[in-house]
């Protein structure tokens, strides 16, 4: 059931870009690798083979280089989405919670995500905040947001 509510949600990707049927052999083997319970046809696995055969069109094809260590973080990422959807007994409440728990937690997620890569991006080239390059101060001027309106 939990399944046939994120199938729904998930988008089918529009794009076929050159290299699909390599990039969805590079999925399959990642899918087998990490052991986990899903077919390589899942809507998911198609639209990561989409990208990453978009990642290669692009000549960013080393990106896989990195698949094992975002698969790391999103096992971690799905128990903890599993644990919040848990809470919910009553059969339309955990479907209302897996569906409105991922629209939501991928925006939370992707934000999430943008918000390390500015901490980490500062601790590696020594950006502090309180020392903003363009000299203005506030958590609305910080570098990567979009200033005051």
Do not use: K, N
Request: proline share 7%; net charge negative; hydrophobic share 45%.
């Amino acid at each position: 059931m939990l399944g046939a509510a994120h199938d729904a949600i998930t988008p089918v990707p529009a794009a076929r870009p050159e290299g699909l049927p390599d990039a969805r052999r590079a999925v399959a083997g990642l899918i087998a690798r990490r052991g986990w319970q899903v077919g390589a046809d899942h809507p998911a696995a198609e639209a990561m083979a989409v990208a990453l055969a978009a990642f290669r069109d692009v000549g960013q094809g080393a990106f896989e280089e990195v698949f094992d260590d975002y698969a790391e973080a999103c096992e971690r990422i799905a128990g903890a989405d599993l644990a919040y959807v848990g809470r919910h007994a009553e059969v339309d409440e955990l479907v209302e919670s897996v569906v409105v728990g991922t629209v939501l937690g991928d925006a939370v997620l992707t934000a999430m995500r943008r918000l390390a890569h500015a901490d980490r991006s500062a601790r590696h080239f020594g950006w502090r905040p309180e020392e903003d390059p363009r000299g203005e101060d506030g958590p609305d001027t910080a570098p990567g947001g979009a200033g005051p309106s």
